[in-house]
């Protein structure tokens, strides 16, 4: 199967929001412990800008429907909020969970990749769990490499899970 994606609008923000609170459950993608609303992101989801630190949302690229189905998103995030860091963004890839391994993580961070250049990104990043084997490994296939190892700094229903913070540059 083959994909595209397009720049979010605010109507797709409840698929965004429950695509994002469908990984809560597994413990291994987010630190929230608990569903977020559609409101409560809706700052976020102004934050992302096209010029700047697009919202992506991934759809099949032969779904020719008159809404397709989103299967997925990627944003670029700000790295410290500091102007010194403008050409550093984190990048998060969430998938549909029907969706999930048939290649669209491979497609977003190939794109997210590519397109950084353009809105002066030279530095891509990558946060996620020590025991997310799968996001580990679709990131270092990617040439990412371990830049620091944060050891039981979240604490999950009483474990204390391991952040890796992963980089790239790609300008």
Same mark, same amino acid.
């Given at each position: 199967?083959?994909?595209?994606?397009?720049?979010?609008?605010?109507?797709?923000? !409840?698929?965004?929001?429950?695509?994002?609170?469908?990984?809560?459950?597994?413990?291994?993608?987010?630190?929230?412990? #608990? !569903?977020? *609303?559609?409101?409560?992101?809706?700052?976020? =989801?102004?934050?992302?800008? +096209?010029?700047?630190? +697009?919202?992506?949302?991934?759809? &099949?690229?032969?779904?020719?429907?008159?809404? %397709?189905?989103?299967?997925?998103?990627? *944003?670029? *995030?700000?790295?410290?909020?500091? %102007?010194?860091?403008? &050409?550093?963004? #984190?990048?998060?890839?969430?998938?549909?969970?029907? /969706?999930? $391994? @048939?290649?669209? $993580?491979?497609?977003?961070?190939?794109?997210?990749?590519? =397109? /950084? +250049?353009?809105?002066?990104?030279?530095?891509?990043? $990558? =946060?996620?769990?020590?025991?997310?084997? %799968?996001?580990?490994?679709? =990131?270092?296939?990617?040439?990412? #490499?371990?830049?620091?190892?944060? !050891? @039981?700094?979240?604490?999950?229903? &009483?474990?204390?899970?391991?952040?890796?913070?992963?980089? @790239?540059?790609?300008?």
């Amino acid at each position: 199967m083959s994909y595209r994606h397009r720049i979010a609008t605010l109507n797709d923000l !409840p698929t965004i929001v429950a695509i994002y609170n469908s990984t809560i459950a597994s413990r291994e993608v987010t630190a929230d412990t #608990e !569903p977020v *609303s559609v409101e409560s992101r809706l700052a976020w =989801f102004h934050e992302h800008t +096209p010029e700047r630190r +697009p919202l992506w949302v991934i759809e &099949g690229a032969d779904d020719n429907s008159a809404a %397709p189905a989103i299967l997925g998103w990627i *944003s670029y *995030s700000n790295f410290y909020g500091r %102007p010194a860091y403008s &050409g550093t963004a #984190e990048v998060s890839i969430y998938i549909a969970e029907e /969706a999930r $391994g @048939k290649g669209i $993580g491979r497609y977003a961070l190939q794109e997210a990749i590519d =397109f /950084a +250049p353009s809105i002066n990104v030279h530095t891509l990043l $990558g =946060f996620i769990f020590g025991h997310n084997q %799968p996001s580990l490994g679709l =990131f270092s296939r990617f040439g990412f #490499e371990t830049w620091a190892n944060l !050891p @039981k700094v979240a604490n999950l229903d &009483g474990i204390e899970r391991d952040l890796i913070i992963l980089g @790239k540059r790609v300008a």
